[in-house]
Nanobody, 116 residues
């Protein structure tokens, strides 16, 4: 069974940067698209970025030009580089694969706080 461990969250000032990592166990990583979602307090979870097995990427309009998703198949790891962070980016960030998203199965996520 695949598991994901997100890390790299923390407290950063507006305009700062963070790099999130998500290490996946199991062999499914290399044959799966990967996604990053986030959930802010009182809001629904939303898709932030996605990357296909071939490296094609998609982003939510709110993060285009600021966030970059990438993957290292040799390390079974997906990353989310977040630049020019805004207070509205504050949320718990989760990585996942589409199949587990459809099943409603999520890991613990990593908290990103943006505040001066």
């Amino acid at each position: 069974q695949v598991q994901f461990v997100e890390s790299g969250g923390g407290l950063v000032q507006p305009g700062g940067s963070l790099r999130l990592s998500c290490a996946a166990s199991g062999s499914i990583f290399r044959i799966s698209d990967m996604v990053w979602y986030r959930q802010a307090p009182g809001k629904q979870r939303e898709l932030v970025a996605a990357i296909s097995t071939g490296g094609n990427t998609n982003y939510a309009d709110s993060v285009k030009g600021r966030f970059t998703i990438s993957r290292d198949n040799a390390k079974n790891t997906v990353y989310l580089q977040m630049n020019s962070l805004k207070p509205e980016d504050m949320a718990v960030y989760y990585c996942n694969i589409p199949r587990r998203v459809a099943m409603g199965s999520w890991g613990q996520g990593t908290q990103v706080s943006v505040s001066s």
